[in-house]
């Protein structure tokens, strides 16, 4: 673990990430909503007449770390989200990274902490 290598997941948190909020906040600005939408009483939506709504596909390009990384950039992109967007290079960095870490060993213990959440 690496708290000075930004290219590591513990290293991204700590120099690019934490940053990248604590200039969000000085602008009033947050990561991600704090609480519902003042004045929206529901996240529901009524299909448009005639829609299917019998089944859901998934995008499949969501279904991908790169293709969740692309739809991550075009939504900070049209959002104006310059911050966010800076950060894009990175994490396309990280999840090369992380993708070429060597598998876990599945016989590793599990730890007792984790049953709780469940």
Sequence with gaps: MSLTDPTTPEGFFHLRLVPCKLRLLEEGRSLFPRGPEPGRESYFEEPPPGAKTHRVEADPTILTPGGT?????ARWESGGEELLLALSA????LRKRLADRPPQ????EISDFVYPLF
Excluded: I
Excluded at 105 to 108: A, G, P, R
């Design 69 to 73: 990384l692309e739809r991550l950039r």
């Design 90 to 93: 990175a994490l396309e960095g």
């Design 105 to 108: 060993d599945e016989e590793e």
